[in-house]
């Protein structure tokens, strides 16, 4: 190929332009932020006065231990779920394959304020059907919204709900693309149906499973829609507040930027933590 | 013979018993959201257990619209969402193309800020393009609030790279040779070509457009700029008002969806799997 600068960029600049506006600045601009103090008239800059708050917050160390927990129990659960339907999905021996594509693939298009509102109508206390369910099966009502645990357990359920189909599909399009004459010649030697699937399908699969649960990790990090509707902004009493709702509070109700930007930079250092030692603990053996 | 072919009977049995009930579970929600639209209130909030749908969808839809001017809002939501899949597609597949058919000075850098982006949260970006957008451009409450902002993706953009970088290149060439032009070449020789892909790229971002709840929620407030989802999203928690509204509302957001779903299926997995294999 040759050179051709004039003409590339002409073809990337507008996408590069709003690239530049909506997330370049803004990355540069919202660590300016986190330094500045931002309830004054002008803002000033005040180093240590976000980050010193924030050290000291119990709400900030709340909202990161729900959504630390959130993440260590929700994720695995998940993704271990996906990696289920995706294998017995992909199965020969499945009958009606589409009905069963369509139950695990439809929360997919489901947008999350409607999903959010079916949920909390059927985990209602007295009225739910869920607790409806339970009791004629002769197990006590479980009050999902006034307990913390039961509250944190309704949104795990409720984010897996919504996600596991659709790291599904990605992990069975991996799935298909591994080649069968692999499991011909597993076969052949008489290896068991449990043994491929731990020796053969796993380990070629773990690429596929990296991603899956580096995108769960940044998604359920900045969890906002489920505890803002379902536990109504967080609740019972801050129970299930994540590190999301808490920056939404302070930029968006108190309207202090400042603070809410040192949050937001915390979420975005776990992140790409977290997506670190996931690459380092999965990285190809030299 | 005869106890390999009971095995796999045994097996395929055992299938479905396990697969069966899990896809009932998960297809529970999505039943009871349709159940719920078409019952009274005093239906929904009685001790007894209904599984089957009623006759009142009507009833409800009016009872939101009474709530709030959910019409509306899905007029804008829909209007919203086709300029933007309709801009995305294209500033993205023309990025694409750049980056798999030109060489050029600094490719490297703008590949890798680019990959660079997705796994970082939105909400690092989320205070400034507030600030920006509301206080600086003073644009709160309006359609260019709504479409512009999330035009940036970046896994729409390495899924155009590369389809258009598995393209033989002689197609190229040859219109080359005949002094056509680069953006003629691009507009009439590659994005037809493209067509499955862009199809894909475009149910995923419509949806994303669709569904989007955030950004939406904080820079377009105004009950009469409001999109679908966040007028519905107001409604949740208020004490007077009808859950069989926002049932039928939550039903009107889904359905389309679920329909869209089910006729392009193989666009919409093709488009979520291409984050993974590359």
Partial sequence: MRYRNATAYRFLTPYLLIFAIFWIWPIISSFLISFQATRTVPWRFAPTFNWGRLIGDPAFFNALKNTLLILVIQVPVMISLAIVMAVLLNSPLLKARGLYRFAFFAPVVVGEVAYSAVFRLMFSLDFGIVNKLLNSVGLPKIDWFSNVTPAMALIMIAVTWRWAGYNAIIILAGLQSIPDDVYEAATLDRVSKVKQFFHITLPLLKPVIVFCAVLSIIGTMQLFTEPFLITERGGPGGGTETLGLLLYRQGFRSLNFGYASAVAYTMAGLAIAITLVQLWLTREPK | ?278
């Fill in chain 2, 1 to 278: 013979m005869t106890s390999r072919s009971q095995r796999r009977l045994g097996r395929t049995i055992a299938l479905h018993l396990f697969l069966t009930p899990l896809a009932l579970i998960w297809l529970f929600p999505l039943w009871m959201m349709v159940v719920f639209s078409t019952m009274p209130d005093n239906g929904i909030f009685s001790p007894g257990i209904e599984l089957l749908p009623h006759d009142g969808f009507l009833d409800n839809f009016n009872n939101l619209q009474r709530d709030t001017n959910f019409v509306g809002a899905i007029g804008i939501s829909v209007s919203v969402a086709v300029t933007y899949t309709f801009l995305s597609v294209l500033l993205t597949s023309m990025a694409g193309w750049a980056l798999a058919r030109y060489e050029f000075l600094g490719k490297g850098i703008v590949v890798a800020i680019i990959f660079g982006t997705i796994t970082l949260p939105y909400a690092v970006v989320l205070i400034p393009q507030f600030i920006m957008v509301a206080r600086d451009f003073q644009l709160a409450n309006t359609w260019v609030a709504l479409i512009v902002p999330p035009l940036f993706n970046s896994l729409g953009v390495l899924f155009m790279r590369q389809a258009f970088s598995m393209m033989p290149a002689e197609l190229f060439d040859a219109a080359r040779v005949e002094g056509v032009k680069e953006w003629r070449i691009f507009l009439f020789v590659a994005l037809p070509l493209a067509r499955p892909m862009l199809a894909a790229l475009a149910i995923i971002l419509f949806l994303a457009s669709w569904n989007n709840y955030l950004w939406p929620l904080l820079i377009n407030s105004q009950p009469g700029a409001m999109t679908a989802p966040v007028a519905l999203g107001t409604l949740i928690g208020l004490t007077k008002v009808s859950w069989g509204g926002i049932m039928a509302g939550a039903v009107m957001l889904t359905v389309p969806m679920l329909i869209v779903f089910v006729l392009l299926q193989r666009h919409f997995i093709a488009g979520i799997a291409a984050g993974a294999v590359k």
